[in-house]
T-cell receptor
Framework: DAGVTQSPTHLIKTRGQHVTLRCSPI?????VSWYQQVLGQGPQFIFQ???????GRGNFPDRFSARQFPNYSSELNVNALLLGDSALYLC?????????????FGSGTQLSVL | DQQVKQNSPSLSVQEGRISILNCDYT??????FLWYKKYPAEGPTFLIS?????DKNEDGRFTVFLNKSAKHLSLHIVPSQPGDSAVYFC??????????????FGKGTKLSVKP
């Protein structure tokens, strides 16, 4: 079975631009979460979606938004990019997104904002 | 304010010896704890987890110990192998008080196992 797939793997943008990152969960997984990992830090929670509904949101500005589609894939959108948005963006999926459920991560999208 | 702390940025161990990675947390609402391993250019991979109702969980060479009174957990790897060299993240989640599936991660500990 295919794991969590993310696209693109690398992306370079300039300040003020907009970016869309994509994620396909493992087959049968209905929950998708997004994490941001800045160099030297652990992943930080951005969003969780379950059955196309937002279940949780981390401490990120409104420039960050996401959605989940009927096939359970997901997009993360970031508007008005700042230099500080440069990071590895990780998508993770799980069956139900419940507490303690292990998350399966993709390899991430490395975003560089110049 | 970090709720999950891994105070050792790095750890070097000889092959065949025990690796002990430590993690402290501050939020008493956490009821699940997980360890992930991350190689460069890959996403984190789940290793082992423990519920707050237990104090030990074992899976092959990996054992996680939980001391709730001290708000401390540790991951033991015995025996350590060169392939274990990676960054290890401790993570925690709470069943109540917010997003149930939200994991709070520590900053990670880079383990180097020398042949």
């Amino acid at each position: 079975d295919a794991g969590v797939t993310q696209s693109p793997t690398h992306l370079i943008k300039t300040r003020g631009q907009h970016v869309t990152l994509r994620c396909s969960p493992i087959s049968g997984h209905k929950s998708v979460s997004w994490y941001q990992q800045v160099l030297g830090q652990g992943p930080q929670f951005i969003f969780q979606y379950y059955e196309k509904e937002e279940r949780g949101r981390g401490n990120f500005p409104d420039r960050f938004s996401a959605r989940q589609f009927p096939n359970y894939s997901s997009e993360l959108n970031v508007n008005a990019l700042l230099l500080g948005d440069s990071a590895l963006y990780l998508c993770a999926s799980s069956r139900r997104g419940g507490a303690g459920e292990k998350l399966f991560f993709g390899s991430g999208t490395q975003l560089s904002v110049l | 304010d970090q709720q999950v702390k891994q105070n050792s940025p790095s750890l070097s161990v000889q092959e065949g010896r025990i690796s002990i990675l430590n993690c402290d947390y501050t939020n008493s609402m956490f009821d699940y704890f997980l360890w992930y391993k991350k190689y460069p250019a890959e996403g984190p991979t789940f290793l082992i987890s423990i519920s707050s109702i237990k104090d030990k969980n074992e899976d092959g060479r990996f054992t996680v110990f939980l001391n709730k009174s001290a708000k401390h957990l540790s991951l033991h790897i015995v025996p350590s192998q060169p392939g274990d060299s990676a960054v290890y993240f401790c993570a925690a989640s709470a069943m109540y008080g917010g997003s149930q599936g939200n994991l709070i991660f520590g900053k990670g500990t880079k383990l180097s196992v020398k042949p």
